[in-house]
């Protein structure tokens, strides 16, 4: 893998920071949906994965491997219990008075955007300094 | 292969060898955040060090360096330390520009004797 295919690893980390940023973001602005067709709105979560790891094929640095890439496998809903919250006023209240709430964890979302963030910040700057040594190298024997 | 300068093999070598440290830099960043991924590294064989490289006398020590070839291996850390990777790109970055450098004014210095000294 030369210098170029680097640039596709850390595309793809930027790409799995794209897809937690989606998930975490319609978490937070569901955070009061209480009507949908199935009932509350449930939150989301993101399921990641690595492809191939090469220490199974014990790669060496011409070897023609690849090295493990980030991919978004699905988008789950996770298993959290929706808060019942007594509003009778409500259209979406059961019998007794009740609202199912989604169950998101706000201040648990608003960790994962910042997470989100510096995950993403890493990658570019990694992106950059990937581009520069490729310019870098580009540019040998062009100078004298 | 037909052989200019030992120097230049070995530092092509090097140069080959920090793209892969970037390359690995890269996969661990991008991977930081999948569960149970293990960081990579990469690392010398046992017996042939990397001061080894560095600490080169002859002509001959200097093909035996260059024909080292790196291996990946599972870092000790259980996950990413995101901090860490990046201040060891930065510093392979720079080794990766100077080894560059390196080649350059060694090429620089063969064309010098292939043209008898004469500038131009």
């Known amino acids: ?144 | 292969m037909w052989q200019v300068d030992p120097t230049l093999d070995l530092l092509s070598k090097a140069v080959d060898v920090a793209a892969f440290r970037q390359a690995v830099h890269a996969a661990n960043v991008a991977n930081a955040d999948v569960p149970g991924y293990q960081p990579l590294e990469v690392r010398f064989a046992p017996e042939t060090s990397e001061s080894t490289v560095a600490g080169f006398s002859s002509a001959q020590r200097l093909e035996e360096a260059a024909e080292q070839i790196p291996e990946l291996a599972a870092s000790a850390q259980g996950h990413v330390h995101l901090d860490e990777e990046m201040a060891q790109m930065a510093q392979n970055a720079l080794r990766y520009q100077l080894l560059l450098g390196a080649f350059e004014r060694t090429v620089g210095l063969l064309r010098y004797a292939a043209r008898e000294g004469k500038e131009g």
Do not use: C, W
Request: charged share 20%.
């Open chain 1, 1 to 144: 893998m030369g210098l170029f295919g680097v640039l596709d690893v850390s595309a793809a980390g930027l790409k799995v920071q794209q897809a937690r940023l989606d998930v975490a973001a319609s978490n937070l602005a569901n955070a009061r949906t209480t009507g949908s067709s199935g009932g509350a709105y449930r939150p989301l979560e993101v399921v990641l994965h690595s492809s191939t790891h090469p220490l199974a094929s014990g790669a060496a640095v011409n070897g023609g491997m690849t090295l493990p890439r980030p991919e978004v496998v699905g988008i789950m809903e996770k298993s959290a219990e929706p808060s019942l919250v007594y509003d009778p006023g409500h259209p979406d209240a059961n019998k007794d008075g009740f609202v199912r709430l989604p169950g998101v964890d706000t201040v648990g979302s608003m960790v994962d955007l910042e997470s989100i963030s510096r995950g993403y910040e890493a990658n570019l700057r990694v992106f950059d300094v990937t581009r520069s040594l490729i310019e870098r190298l580009l540019s040998i024997g062009g100078r004298s």
